[in-house]
């Protein structure tokens, strides 16, 4: 069973960073897609970023320029660092594992969530 434990949420003011981290358990994290995802209250939750297993990278156009995703195979997580932060920044952060393997007919998991929110 694949679990993902997400750290590094906060407050902070705005202009400020922070850097979240998502570490997975399991033997197929290196194979796997990693995503950042964001919810607020009332809305429905939208990708941040996302890194294939191969390093490409996708930024959703609010976090472009701001937001950088990175993974460190060896050490089974992916971090999420958020520079020069907006108010507008602020949602419960997820993170998610897209496995090309069906584990229990499973392959898409999420992590519990962490707060990140940025005061004006």
């Known amino acids: 069973q694949v679990q993902l434990v997400e750290s590094g949420g906060g407050l902070v003011q705005a202009g400020g960073s922070l850097r979240l981290s998502c570490a997975a358990s399991?033997?197929?994290?290196?194979?796997?897609?990693m995503g950042w995802y964001r919810q607020t209250p009332g809305n429905q939750r939208e990708l941040v970023a996302s890194?294939?297993?191969?390093?490409?990278?996708n930024y959703a156009d609010s976090v472009k320029g701001r937001f950088t995703i990175s993974r460190d195979n060896a050490k089974n997580t992916v971090y999420l660092e958020m520079n020069s932060l907006k108010p507008e920044d602020t949602a419960v952060y997820y993170c998610?594992?897209?496995?090309?393997?069906?584990?229990?007919?499973?392959?898409?998991?999420w992590g519990q969530g962490t707060q990140v929110t940025v005061s004006s």
């Open positions: 998610n594992m897209v496995s090309p393997f069906r584990l229990g007919g499973k392959n898409d998991y």
């Open positions: 399991g033997n197929i994290f290196k194979v796997s897609a």
């Open positions: 890194i294939t297993g191969g390093g490409t990278t």
